[in-house]
């Protein structure tokens, strides 16, 4: 049995879960092209997005506080040509208290990393650090989910900490064995926290269990003018907030807010 957040088994699944989730990366892409360089992705996990942006030419540091998430970018990083290679630094670190000594022109944080944030101490650190490390008029861009559709939309249900199968079911690469998902989420709506426990039961041929991995997590759900107020609170001018990765508004059925930051110059 083994506890783990982002530990050595979401580390090894991680690719495999998103592999269809790319919808983000030409967005993400675009404007790291467009800023200038280096690139900073805080949260930047196995280089989901890291590494098609250095694939693009740029020049990109990715920081996270997972070992094991970083370990697995490292790898996919030392795959590729040395010229891609040598476009990407990784560093281990907490966004909450990183200190690089460098200025960006662009900050990214990928894919609801922000919601690991929990408290309103913790959002400010961040940011706090996210501004220090930005060039006057570099720009912090960061997508998290929309709490009103999707995930967090069980919050009001009494029957969201049932412990459940998700449908979703994928080969541990290591040792080929199928591996199931079952998850129950509880909800703070004081504090506006998601505790969730997920269970990956590893099975065998004759669907006997052969091990089961757990993960414990908390996340922070944000309503759109509660980050805005944050960011314009740190100073930040907000240039844009959308409801999609093609710049298109936010509208009732959105599924994420993609905020889009300004350090003023
Ligand atoms: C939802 S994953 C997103 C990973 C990646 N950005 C992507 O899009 O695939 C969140 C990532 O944030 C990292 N993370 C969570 N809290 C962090 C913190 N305080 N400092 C740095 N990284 C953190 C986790 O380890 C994890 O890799």
């Not at 907000?238 to 300004?262: I, K």
Request: charged share 25%; hydrophobic share 35%.
């Amino acid at each position: 049995m083994c506890h783990s957040d982002y530990g050595i088994e979401m580390a090894t699944f991680w690719d495999l879960l998103y592999k269809d989730r790319t919808i983000d990366i030409p967005f993400y892409v675009e404007l790291a092209k467009e800023s200038s360089p280096p690139v900073l992705e805080l949260g930047c996990g196995t280089g989901r997005v890291l590494i098609p942006i250095a694939k693009e030419g740029v020049n990109i540091i990715g920081c996270d506080n997972s070992p094991n998430m970083l370990c697995v970018a490292q790898d996919k990083a030392d795959a590729l040509s040395p010229s891609i290679r040598e476009k990407i630094r990784l560093i281990e670190s907490d966004m909450r208290n990183i200190n690089l000594g460098e200025r960006f022109g662009l900050i990214v944080m990928a894919f609801n990393s922000f919601s690991y944030l929990l408290t309103l101490v913790e959002q400010k650190n961040a940011l706090e650090k996210v501004f220090d490390h930005l060039q006057k008029g570099g720009r912090f861009v960061f997508d998290i989910l929309n709490p009103e559709q999707g995930r967090y939309t069980d919050r009001h249900s009494g029957t969201a900490s049932f412990l459940k199968l998700s449908g979703r079911e994928w080969k541990n690469p290591n040792t080929g064995n199928r591996v199931v998902e079952w998850f129950s989420r509880s909800y703070n709506l004081a504090d506006q926290v998601m505790h969730e426990i997920q269970i990956w039961e590893e099975a065998a041929i004759d669907n006997t269990s052969l091990k089961r991995y757990y993960r414990d997590r908390r996340q922070r759900y944000f309503f759109r003018y509660e980050v805005e107020h944050l960011l314009e609170n740190i100073g930040f001018a907000l240039e844009a907030v959308y409801g999609d990765f093609s710049c298109g508004p936010v509208t009732p059925t959105s599924t994420q807010f993609v905020f889009v930051a300004r350090k003023r110059s």
